[in-house]
Protein backbone atom coordinates (compact mmCIF):
# COMPACT_ATOMS: atom_id res chain seq x y z
CA UNK A 1 0.00 0.00 0.00
CA UNK A 2 1.72 3.42 -1.30
CA UNK A 3 2.12 6.05 0.76
CA UNK A 4 1.49 9.60 0.29
CA UNK A 5 3.30 10.30 -2.55
CA UNK A 6 5.08 13.95 -3.32
CA UNK A 7 6.84 15.04 -6.45
CA UNK A 8 9.11 16.19 -7.26
CA UNK A 9 10.96 15.39 -3.93
CA UNK A 10 13.55 18.93 -5.00
CA UNK A 11 12.61 21.59 -7.10
CA UNK A 12 14.82 25.07 -7.77
CA UNK A 13 13.37 28.07 -9.45
CA UNK A 14 14.37 31.80 -9.90
CA UNK A 15 12.73 34.29 -8.51
CA UNK A 16 9.58 35.38 -10.64
CA UNK A 17 8.93 31.86 -12.18
CA UNK A 18 6.14 29.71 -10.93
CA UNK A 19 6.34 26.24 -8.61
CA UNK A 20 3.83 23.71 -9.19
CA UNK A 21 3.78 21.15 -5.91
CA UNK A 22 2.26 17.63 -6.58
CA UNK A 23 0.35 15.05 -4.08
CA UNK A 24 -1.47 12.09 -4.50
CA UNK A 25 -2.88 10.78 -1.35
CA UNK A 26 -2.62 7.30 0.41
CA UNK A 27 -5.01 4.89 -1.86
CA UNK A 28 -8.63 5.17 -0.28
CA UNK A 29 -8.24 8.76 1.13
CA UNK A 30 -9.59 11.42 0.34
CA UNK A 31 -8.59 14.74 2.08
CA UNK A 32 -5.48 16.46 1.65
CA UNK A 33 -3.47 19.15 3.71
CA UNK A 34 -0.53 21.13 2.90
CA UNK A 35 2.05 22.27 5.52
CA UNK A 36 5.36 24.22 5.23
CA UNK A 37 7.97 23.75 6.94
CA UNK A 38 10.74 26.62 7.29
CA UNK A 39 14.31 25.93 8.11
CA UNK A 40 13.98 25.39 11.95
CA UNK A 41 10.66 25.68 12.59
CA UNK A 42 7.82 23.01 13.07
CA UNK A 43 5.41 22.62 10.05
CA UNK A 44 2.67 25.17 9.50
CA UNK A 45 -0.93 24.36 8.15
CA UNK A 46 -1.65 25.97 4.59
CA UNK A 47 -4.99 24.27 3.41
CA UNK A 48 -7.29 21.21 3.84
CA UNK A 49 -9.07 20.09 0.61
CA UNK A 50 -11.32 17.04 -0.08
CA UNK A 51 -12.26 16.08 -3.64
CA UNK A 52 -12.92 19.31 -5.85
CA UNK A 53 -13.14 21.62 -2.75
CA UNK A 54 -11.35 23.92 -0.80
CA UNK A 55 -12.10 23.75 2.91
CA UNK A 56 -9.93 25.56 4.82
CA UNK A 57 -7.08 27.93 3.28
CA UNK A 58 -6.85 29.97 6.07
CA UNK A 59 -3.01 28.96 6.22
CA UNK A 60 -2.58 30.16 2.85
CA UNK A 61 -0.67 32.90 1.83
CA UNK A 62 -3.24 35.80 0.40
CA UNK A 63 -1.54 36.29 -2.82
CA UNK A 64 0.20 34.14 -5.50
CA UNK A 65 -0.61 30.65 -3.21
CA UNK A 66 -3.20 28.54 -4.64
CA UNK A 67 -4.17 24.59 -4.21
CA UNK A 68 -6.50 22.24 -5.87
CA UNK A 69 -7.76 18.97 -5.35
CA UNK A 70 -8.95 18.38 -8.74
CA UNK A 71 -11.59 14.87 -9.25
CA UNK A 72 -8.91 13.17 -11.43
CA UNK A 73 -5.22 13.38 -10.45
CA UNK A 74 -2.98 14.31 -7.87
CA UNK A 75 -3.50 17.67 -5.61
CA UNK A 76 -1.60 20.65 -6.67
CA UNK A 77 0.07 23.03 -4.76
CA UNK A 78 1.02 26.19 -6.82
CA UNK A 79 3.26 29.13 -6.15
CA UNK A 80 3.27 32.29 -8.45
CA UNK A 81 6.13 35.07 -8.93
CA UNK A 82 8.36 32.64 -6.42
CA UNK A 83 10.38 35.10 -3.71
CA UNK A 84 13.61 33.59 -2.02
CA UNK A 85 11.15 33.04 1.17
CA UNK A 86 9.55 30.81 -0.53
CA UNK A 87 12.43 28.44 0.33
CA UNK A 88 10.85 25.82 2.46
CA UNK A 89 9.83 22.24 2.76
CA UNK A 90 5.86 21.74 1.74
CA UNK A 91 4.46 18.81 2.88
CA UNK A 92 1.44 17.04 1.97
CA UNK A 93 -0.48 14.73 4.73
CA UNK A 94 -3.96 12.45 3.74
CA UNK A 95 -6.25 10.98 5.69
CA UNK A 96 -9.52 8.44 4.78
CA UNK A 97 -12.35 10.70 6.53
CA UNK A 98 -13.28 14.12 6.74
CA UNK A 99 -10.75 15.90 9.70
CA UNK A 100 -9.95 12.19 10.87
CA UNK A 101 -6.66 11.82 12.92
CA UNK A 102 -3.53 10.56 11.97
CA UNK A 103 -2.59 12.05 9.05
CA UNK A 104 -0.02 10.63 6.81
CA UNK A 105 2.71 12.97 5.54
CA UNK A 106 4.57 12.36 2.70
CA UNK A 107 8.61 12.62 2.29
CA UNK A 108 7.77 16.54 1.09
CA UNK A 109 9.24 18.92 -1.90
CA UNK A 110 12.39 21.20 -0.84
CA UNK A 111 11.66 24.21 -2.88
CA UNK A 112 14.95 26.49 -3.03
CA UNK A 113 14.79 29.78 -5.10
CA UNK A 114 17.72 31.39 -6.33
CA UNK B 1 1.38 33.71 18.32
CA UNK B 2 2.82 29.98 19.24
CA UNK B 3 0.23 27.82 20.59
CA UNK B 4 2.43 24.62 21.40
CA UNK B 5 5.58 24.82 23.07
CA UNK B 6 8.13 22.89 22.78
CA UNK B 7 11.78 21.87 24.66
CA UNK B 8 14.35 21.40 24.74
CA UNK B 9 15.48 22.55 21.15
CA UNK B 10 18.29 19.68 20.97
CA UNK B 11 18.72 16.77 23.02
CA UNK B 12 21.92 14.25 23.72
CA UNK B 13 21.61 11.06 25.26
CA UNK B 14 23.71 8.27 25.67
CA UNK B 15 22.61 5.30 24.56
CA UNK B 16 20.66 3.37 26.61
CA UNK B 17 19.47 6.38 28.48
CA UNK B 18 15.86 8.05 28.96
CA UNK B 19 15.06 11.16 26.91
CA UNK B 20 12.18 13.51 27.93
CA UNK B 21 10.96 16.00 25.61
CA UNK B 22 8.13 18.55 26.84
CA UNK B 23 5.22 20.56 25.35
CA UNK B 24 2.83 22.95 26.72
CA UNK B 25 0.24 24.34 24.74
CA UNK B 26 -2.21 27.75 25.21
CA UNK B 27 -5.33 26.25 23.88
CA UNK B 28 -7.47 23.89 26.00
CA UNK B 29 -9.72 23.01 23.11
CA UNK B 30 -7.10 20.89 22.37
CA UNK B 31 -7.97 17.28 22.34
CA UNK B 32 -5.52 15.21 20.38
CA UNK B 33 -1.89 15.70 21.14
CA UNK B 34 0.39 13.29 18.91
CA UNK B 35 4.16 12.88 18.74
CA UNK B 36 5.99 12.89 15.39
CA UNK B 37 9.48 11.69 14.01
CA UNK B 38 10.81 13.44 11.48
CA UNK B 39 14.70 11.64 9.46
CA UNK B 40 16.24 13.93 7.90
CA UNK B 41 14.60 14.50 4.18
CA UNK B 42 11.75 12.07 5.20
CA UNK B 43 8.04 13.25 6.21
CA UNK B 44 6.90 13.54 9.66
CA UNK B 45 5.37 9.88 10.76
CA UNK B 46 3.24 9.15 13.38
CA UNK B 47 5.02 7.83 16.62
CA UNK B 48 2.24 7.84 19.60
CA UNK B 49 -0.50 9.86 20.17
CA UNK B 50 -2.90 10.99 23.53
CA UNK B 51 -6.16 12.12 23.98
CA UNK B 52 -7.01 14.20 27.49
CA UNK B 53 -9.02 11.59 28.89
CA UNK B 54 -5.87 9.44 30.11
CA UNK B 55 -2.61 10.62 32.05
CA UNK B 56 -0.35 7.74 30.20
CA UNK B 57 0.13 5.96 26.92
CA UNK B 58 2.92 3.59 26.61
CA UNK B 59 3.79 1.64 22.84
CA UNK B 60 6.91 -0.26 23.59
CA UNK B 61 10.08 2.32 24.81
CA UNK B 62 7.93 5.46 23.88
CA UNK B 63 5.46 6.82 26.93
CA UNK B 64 3.24 9.81 26.72
CA UNK B 65 2.68 12.05 29.76
CA UNK B 66 -0.18 13.88 29.90
CA UNK B 67 -1.13 16.51 32.38
CA UNK B 68 -4.10 18.28 31.30
CA UNK B 69 -4.59 20.93 34.73
CA UNK B 70 -0.76 22.03 33.46
CA UNK B 71 -1.69 21.95 30.21
CA UNK B 72 1.81 20.05 29.37
CA UNK B 73 2.83 16.24 27.39
CA UNK B 74 5.58 14.99 27.61
CA UNK B 75 7.57 12.14 25.45
CA UNK B 76 9.96 9.85 27.00
CA UNK B 77 12.09 7.55 24.96
CA UNK B 78 13.14 4.65 27.45
CA UNK B 79 16.73 2.89 26.63
CA UNK B 80 17.02 5.26 23.94
CA UNK B 81 18.99 4.12 21.07
CA UNK B 82 21.64 5.20 17.83
CA UNK B 83 18.70 4.50 15.84
CA UNK B 84 15.88 7.30 18.02
CA UNK B 85 18.70 10.01 16.90
CA UNK B 86 15.88 12.35 14.90
CA UNK B 87 13.99 15.46 14.97
CA UNK B 88 10.60 15.02 17.22
CA UNK B 89 7.68 17.26 16.87
CA UNK B 90 5.16 17.50 19.42
CA UNK B 91 1.36 18.78 17.76
CA UNK B 92 -2.62 19.24 19.23
CA UNK B 93 -5.66 19.52 17.36
CA UNK B 94 -9.29 19.52 17.76
CA UNK B 95 -10.81 16.33 17.01
CA UNK B 96 -14.73 16.49 18.70
CA UNK B 97 -17.00 17.65 16.45
CA UNK B 98 -17.28 21.71 15.90
CA UNK B 99 -13.78 22.43 15.87
CA UNK B 100 -11.04 22.71 13.28
CA UNK B 101 -10.02 18.65 13.26
CA UNK B 102 -7.82 18.89 10.56
CA UNK B 103 -5.45 21.23 11.76
CA UNK B 104 -2.22 20.03 13.62
CA UNK B 105 -0.56 22.76 14.90
CA UNK B 106 2.99 21.99 15.30
CA UNK B 107 5.83 22.67 18.00
CA UNK B 108 9.50 23.78 16.42
CA UNK B 109 10.95 20.36 17.27
CA UNK B 110 13.88 18.70 19.34
CA UNK B 111 16.58 17.43 17.67
CA UNK B 112 17.56 14.10 19.57
CA UNK B 113 21.41 12.72 19.08
CA UNK B 114 21.89 9.25 20.94
CA UNK B 115 25.31 9.08 21.25
CA UNK B 116 26.70 5.34 21.11
Known amino acids: NAGVMQNPRHLVRRRGQEARLRCSPM?????VYWYRQLPEEGLKFMVY????????ESGMPKERFSAEFPKEGPSILRIQQVVRGDSAAYFC????????????FGDGTRLSIL | QQQVKQSPQSLIVQKGGISIINCAYE??????FPWYQQFPGKGPALLIA?????SEKKEGRFTISFNKSAKQFSLHIMDSQPGDSATYFC???????????????FGKGTLLTVNP
Open chain 1, 93 to 104: ASSPLAGEQPQH
Open chain 1, 27 to 31: KGHSH
Open chain 1, 49 to 56: LQKENIID
Open chain 2, 27 to 32: NTAFDY
Open chain 2, 50 to 54: IRPDV
Open chain 2, 91 to 105: AASIVTSGGSNYKLT
